[in-house]
Nanobody
Framework: QVHVAESGGGLVQAGGSLRLSCAAS????????MAWFRRAPGKEREFVAA???????????YYADFAKGRFTISRNAAANTLYLQMNSLKPEDTAMYYC?????????????????????WGQGTQVTGSS
């Protein structure tokens, strides 16, 4: 049974940093896309960042505009783990952050920015940015 679990959320002051982790089990996702989404209070869930397997040991990372320059997505393929380093946090980054994984082999250089392109979801970890 596949299980995806996030950790690392918390309360952080504006300008601070936080690192989210995601551990996947039950299936090897090293050759598939993984990503982070978030849902802020009263808003729809939105794409944050993703990292696709291109081939060999090459991965391709891409971001939502609000995340560029502040967030960094990375993964430890051998450990089936995904990370999101968030710097310069703002109060508007307050949201539940979800780790997701795909088993679509065609998602390599193709960017997957919509929820329906992912097959497995974690329960989320809360990030709260204070002003």
């Amino acid at each position: 049974q596949v299980h995806v679990a996030e950790s690392g959320g918390g309360l952080v002051q504006a300008g601070g940093s936080l690192r989210l982790s995601c551990a996947a089990s039950g299936r090897d996702f090293s050759r598939y896309a993984m990503a982070w989404f978030r849902r802020a209070p009263g808003k729809e869930r939105e794409f944050v960042a993703a990292i696709n397997w291109i081939g060999g040991v090459t991965y391709y990372a891409y971001y939502a505009d609000f995340a560029k320059g502040r967030f960094t997505i990375s993964r430890n393929a051998a450990a089936n783990t995904l990370y999101l380093q968030m710097n310069s946090l703002k109060p508007e980054d307050t949201a539940m952050y979800y780790c997701v994984a795909s088993v679509n082999e065609r998602l390599k250089s193709l960017e997957a920015r919509t929820q329906g392109q992912y097959d497995y979801w974690g329960q989320g970890t809360q990030v709260t940015g204070s002003s």
